[in-house]
């Protein structure tokens, strides 16, 4: 929960010294010389990390800043006046550093081998790279420039000042190590080790890994294309070029599923997150799939209204007691605007003779973002880097004039709208989500979703449509989400399918942060190159209102559309 500069010394200069394992302790205590030259469980460790760290994130990042700024939810009776202010948050930044910290080590361990075992540990080495790059896009998105370049030198070369690069320079670099990467895990791979089952994600398949790295470099290309849009061209027809190709299908996605343990629990801790108003009606007019697992519905079933009508008791008047209920009308959600926090129709329960409360909104539905809710004994997976994203970038470059040759922008938008609802009723299944055997997925709901005037990719509005499937898709990893709305505008004042509700709060709209704030470090070790990266950035460091982190931004979204402005023609 500690900020970016908090720990930036800890991380580079101490972390090194501590061991996530008791094999990596064993290792640290003479760096010359290797006790067990087998670096997988190293590996395994990072990887378990990805994700693992997430109950910080989910509790502060997600729950309480990303969704509710994306207007995807509200707390149960609103959001607050403050909402647009940034208290503490979760742990993607240091968690950078632990990833990498084991990966840097297998790759110094592969280095200190003689040439032969180096050798058939080439493909090993390069795997390395990928996961850190992932987690490090994740970081530098709400916090900028950050120390990569120099970053992991203090046990080795006595380095505790590393300079901060700027994000482009991040990309640059990024982009190279994945590059490097992806022309090793292509070529034969014929006698070499590999991580095996330790690889819970892709079992130490070295094509996997070269396509998941080349999937990556797209989330790189969707966020320089605002800077610089030949930057994005080069990047996009790299990928297309490689022998790696993409993920495209289900089996190929980058899945984090290592065990039943649930990562990031539904904390209810300031009431249940619950359904924004625009969000769900659109769901609901659209009787979208995902809309079931993505949410719980209300109180309000046919039973909970005969009982009102019997007691002759007061019920919300949007509902009419002499039309049956069914599931679609129990989806509510309440308006985002602070202005109309706990405001009537749309906030506040209902009490029957029994003393039973009955809400009105839709909550999230904590079964599908945590298994083991309410005594459930299903399994957590995820989809990191899924089929479904890569498929709408693709029909979004497709429709932007970046890729011509490689099919049509409807095929791929079919395509991911398709994978994301295949993905999510797999997620919904293994989660044991209540009541799935009826609310599963069906080939014929697709087909009839995909026809539909407000989705069909028929030539009206189609970037708007595309930039709406991918709020959707990305509801489960509101990270990626939130980068949607930054550099998209997307939802609009001006849109046709889901209106972006201006918050209002004592009559004037809030502006919403755009990054996370920064601290100066208590550590002074590393002053200058901090004092440095915030000058380069033009921060205000300590800052935590949206006033100054709407305007205060990363690199790549530096002139991108206000939240709620974009234009979609």
């Known amino acids: 929960m500690k900020k970016l500069t908090q720990f930036m010394a800890v991380i580079v200069a101490a972390v090194m010294i501590t061991a996530c394992t008791d094999d990596f302790a064993a290792i640290n205590e003479?760096?010359?010389?290797?006790?067990?030259?087998?670096?997988?469980?190293?590996?395994?460790?990072?990887?378990?990390?990805?994700?693992?760290?997430?109950?910080?994130?989910?509790?502060?990042?997600?729950?309480?800043?990303?969704?509710?700024?994306?207007?995807?939810?509200?707390f149960i009776d609103g959001n607050e006046s403050q909402f647009n202010q940034v208290g503490a948050v979760g742990g993607r930044n240091s968690n950078t550093y632990t990833i990498s910290r084991n990966l840097d080590e297998?790759?110094?361990?592969?280095?200190?081998?003689?040439?032969?075992?180096?050798?058939?540990?080439?493909?090993?080495?390069?795997?390395?790279?990928?996961?850190?790059?992932?987690?490090?896009?994740?970081?530098?998105?709400?916090?900028?420039?950050?120390?990569?370049?120099?970053a992991m030198q203090g046990r080795y070369e006595n380095n505790y000042t590393p300079v901060y690069d700027p994000q482009s320079q991040l990309y640059e670099q990024w982009l190279s190590e994945l590059d490097a990467a992806i022309e090793v895990l292509v070529s034969d791979d014929s006698g070499q080790l590999d991580f095996g089952n330790q690889d819970f994600i892709y079992?130490?398949?070295?094509?996997?890994?070269?396509?998941?790295?080349?999937?990556?470099?797209?989330?790189?290309?969707?966020?320089?294309?605002?800077?610089?849009?030949?930057?994005?061209?080069?990047?996009?027809?790299?990928?297309?070029?490689?022998?790696?190709?993409?993920?495209?299908?289900?089996?190929?996605?980058?899945?984090?599923?290592?065990?039943?343990?649930?990562?990031?629990?539904?904390?209810?801790?300031?009431?249940?997150?619950?359904a924004a108003?625009?969000?769900?009606?659109?769901?609901?007019?659209?009787?979208?799939?995902?809309?079931?697992?993505?949410?719980?519905?209300?109180?309000?079933?046919?039973?909970?209204?005969?009982?009102?009508?019997?007691?002759?008791?007061?019920?919300?008047?949007?509902?009419?007691?002499?039309?049956?209920?069914?599931?679609?009308?129990?989806?509510?959600?309440?308006?985002?605007?602070?202005?109309?926090?706990?405001?009537?129709?749309?906030?506040?329960?209902?009490?029957?003779?029994?003393?039973?409360?009955?809400?009105?909104?839709?909550?999230?539905?904590?079964?599908?973002?945590?298994?083991?809710?309410?005594?459930?004994?299903?399994?957590?997976?995820?989809?990191?880097?899924s089929a479904a994203e890569v498929a709408l970038y693709m029909a979004e470059f497709i429709e932007k004039g970046y890729v011509t040759g490689h099919g049509t922008a409807e095929e791929w938008y079919d395509r991911g709208v398709r994978a994301s609802m295949e993905t999510s009723d797999r997620i919904a299944e293994v989660a044991q989500v209540s009541g799935y055997s009826d609310l599963q997925v069906t080939e014929s709901q697709i087909n009839d979703y995909l026809a539909q005037e407000d989705v069909a990719l028929n030539g009206i509005g189609n970037l708007e449509k595309i930039y709406f499937q991918q709020y959707i898709n990305f509801f489960r990893y509101p990270t990626e989400q939130f980068a949607l709305t930054?550099?998209?505008?997307?939802?609009?004042?001006?849109?046709?399918?889901?209106?972006?509700?201006?918050?209002?709060?004592?009559?004037?709209?809030?502006?919403?942060?755009?990054?996370?704030?920064?601290?100066e470090p208590s550590n002074p070790q590393n002053i200058d190159n901090f004092q440095a990266a915030m000058q380069n950035m033009g921060w205000t460091v300590g800052a935590n209102s949206g006033s100054v982190l709407n305007q205060e931004r990363v690199w790549w979204d530096d002139g991108n559309p206000n939240f709620g402005t974009g234009s979609f023609d």
């Open 486 to 519: 930054r550099r998209t505008g997307f939802p609009s004042v001006d849109g046709n399918i889901m209106a972006w509700e201006p918050p209002i709060s004592g009559g004037s709209e809030l502006p919403l942060p755009r990054r996370f704030p920064i601290d």
């Open 203 to 274: 079992d130490g398949d070295s094509m996997s890994w070269a396509r998941m790295a080349n999937s990556l470099k797209l989330r790189i290309a969707v966020r320089v294309e605002g800077q610089d849009p030949q930057w994005a061209q080069q990047i996009i027809d790299d990928v297309l070029a490689s022998p790696a190709g993409i993920i495209e299908t289900a089996e190929e996605e980058f899945r984090w599923a290592p065990s039943g343990e649930y990562t990031g629990e539904a904390h209810d801790f300031w009431g249940e997150p619950s």
């Open 277 to 385: 108003y625009n969000f769900i009606n659109k769901l609901v007019e659209l009787e979208d799939p995902r809309t079931h697992f993505y949410f719980e519905p209300n109180d309000f079933d046919q039973d909970a209204v005969d009982t009102f009508v019997e007691e002759e008791n007061s019920m919300p008047d949007w509902i009419d007691a002499d039309e049956p209920v069914d599931l679609w009308s129990q989806y509510r959600g309440g308006p985002v605007s602070p202005a109309l926090s706990g405001s009537y129709p749309y906030y506040g329960s209902y009490t029957d003779n029994s003393g039973s409360s009955h809400a009105q909104l839709s909550h999230v539905n904590r079964r599908f973002m945590d298994p083991s809710y309410d005594g459930g004994s299903g399994y957590y997976k995820d989809a990191l880097v």
């Open 106 to 150: 297998i790759r110094r361990i592969i280095d200190d081998m003689d040439a032969e075992d180096q050798e058939i540990r080439t493909h090993m080495r390069a795997i390395t790279y990928i996961p850190s790059v992932y987690q490090a896009i994740r970081a530098s998105d709400l916090y900028g420039d950050m120390p990569w370049s120099e």
């Open 30 to 74: 003479n760096p010359a010389q290797i006790n067990d030259p087998n670096p997988a469980h190293l590996f395994t460790e990072s990887i378990y990390q990805m994700n693992h760290y997430t109950y910080t994130e989910w509790f502060y990042d997600n729950y309480n800043y990303f969704w509710r700024w994306n207007q995807s939810t509200v």
